[in-house]
């Protein structure tokens, strides 16, 4: 038996929904799935990834794809057709073969082609039962299997059947290879390391990249007269014997949530100097810097040579698409089984997505009480279009578009409504969005609203930016401070 949420599944599968949408009962026999293959497709569902599936499980991912066929899950089937293409040997060449030709599979029998274009490959398999089988069952495989592989060996037909000689279509790509791997260089401490003097380095721990090993050298004072007024950071190679290394990198200054800052983002490129990776008053101002802390990303890409190889041409994966399907859920209101009147306004929603995001939603809709069953639930005290982004994020896990006017206000309506609905990833980005927006015009009232609401993170930034003696005198002289 397996539970699952039908809101779920019909926004994921039209099949789904044509029987959601048909009063569908509560228990549906399958009859015509593995349990291991519908347990695999939930998964799939659920979260747009497969659950681990052994390498050589070739037939678990057939039936996979025939059920994402009875589904209509196309990049399910897409996800199913890659496996196979990238488990092509020998011994699966011929059913793979058989399986393209039986469900369609454009992309997996030219895999199968390519496979076969190495004479060796093909003479392994030609006179197997499978590759008879194929013959006889297949009356169009010959002439196709000579039309895409070059040096058909003439014993493969019967001497009836004429050679068919083809042009040679051959094509290879060639291959920059690289390594890459990132450090994360956490500076802690950072006004006990003020005053250490231009040009003196602090190394990081190495780190290896490519079978080099690195390590970054951060000059808190600069590394020369030039950027004496800011952060210097270098990469640096420790391989002393090591010539030749081509090698490009990308320092990026963190936020509060681990993403690089793009103004504070160098390019990727073969540079691994940067004297003047960020002001020292700037990053000091900033919400970056955070409990005297912050931290540095280096992206590191080795290369490691040019290769040449045969192309083959395998399925190209869609990106994810299941928030956007959630969103339509959201817009449509196909299957909503709740409805919220807010400011006079009237959302409809589905309550198993609000209790998988909101414990208090879970608490709210399916406590064992009789409200439990309620279709319709007021709001008094929130305006719509700040419940409307809320539903937004818990749909999608991102926030709309917000014009550039408004941004401080809604942040902080939505920080209050986050923390009401114990929506903690939307209360950070709340907070690094009103950290962004500190200046001596806000300062006051930022620093007020940090107090009122408990928001330690955007009340330690409004500290930071007032330790500058200037910022200070500035927001002293501030309306926002007399209220205070």
């Not at 450090?183 to 990249?209: D, K, M, W």
């Not at 007024?229 to 010539?243: E, H, K």
């Not at 809320?390 to 401080?408: A, E, K, N, Q, R």
Request: aromatic share 8%; with cysteine; charged share 20%.
């Amino acid at each position: 038996m397996f539970a699952a949420h039908w809101c779920v599944l019909a926004a994921r599968s039209s099949v789904f929904m044509a029987q959601f949408l048909s009063g569908a009962a509560t228990s549906v026999s399958i009859n015509d799935i593995e349990p291991r293959v519908f347990k695999a497709m939930l998964h799939f569902i659920y979260t747009d990834s497969l659950p681990t599936i052994d390498d050589d499980d070739d037939e678990a991912i057939g039936m996979l794809f025939a059920a994402a066929e009875g589904y209509d899950l196309e990049k399910l089937k897409m996800v199913c057709e890659n496996i196979l293409c990238n488990s092509i040997s020998t011994s699966t060449a011929t059913p793979a073969l058989a399986f393209a030709q039986e469900h369609g599979c454009l992309a997996l029998k030219k895999a199968c082609f390519q496979f076969l274009a190495s004479l060796q490959n093909l003479m392994e398999i030609v006179g197997t039962d499978a590759f008879e089988n194929l013959k006889s069952t297949q009356p169009n495989f010959l002439e196709e299997l000579v039309a895409n592989v070059d040096d058909t060996p003439p014993d493969m037909h019967s001497s009836s059947e004429p050679i068919l000689a083809t042009p040679a279509r051959t094509s290879s790509a060639m291959v920059a290879e690289a390594e890459s791997g990132s450090h994360v260089l956490t500076v802690q401490e950072y006004s006990n390391i003020v005053g250490l003097g231009v040009c003196r380095a602090i190394p990081s721990g190495i780190f290896s990249v490519g079978r080099y090993r690195w390590k970054i050298a951060y000059y808190p004072h600069g590394h020369d007269s030039f950027s004496d007024d800011c952060i210097s950071i270098y990469l640096l190679l420790q391989n002393t014997d090591a010539t030749n290394v081509e090698v490009s990198c990308r320092f990026s200054l963190l936020d509060q949530l681990g993403e690089p800052v793009p103004e504070y983002t160098t390019a990727q490129g073969h540079i691994t100097e940067f004297p003047r990776f960020v002001r020292r008053e700037e990053l000091e101002n900033s919400a970056y810097l955070k409990d005297d802390c912050f931290r540095i990303r280096c992206d590191v890409t080795v290369a490691k040579g040019i290769r040449v190889q045969p192309t083959t041409q395998l399925v190209t994966l869609p990106p994810p698409d299941m928030l956007h399907q959630f969103s339509c859920m959201l817009e449509t209101g196909v299957g909503a089984d709740i409805t919220f009147e807010v400011d006079g306004e009237m959302f409809a929603a589905h309550r198993r997505l609000l209790a998988a995001r909101s414990s208090v939603f879970m608490a709210q809709l399916f406590r064992p009480a009789k409200e439990n069953d309620a279709t319709l639930i007021q709001i008094n005290d929130m305006e719509a279009k700040v419940f409307k982004m809320m539903l937004h994020f818990i749909y999608t896990d991102t926030l709309p578009s917000i014009d550039d006017g408004v941004i401080m206000e809604m942040a902080q309506h939505l920080f209050v409504v986050a923390g009401r609905y114990n929506l903690e990833r939307l209360k950070l980005i709340c907070t690094n969005m009103l950290c962004d927006r500190i200046n001596n015009t806000t300062v006051a009232l930022m620093l007020a609203f940090a107090e009122q609401h408990g928001c330690d993170g955007l009340k330690k930034a409004c500290f930071k930016f007032v330790a500058s003696s200037q910022n200070l005198k500035t927001a002293t002289t501030s309306d926002g401070l007399k209220i205070i």
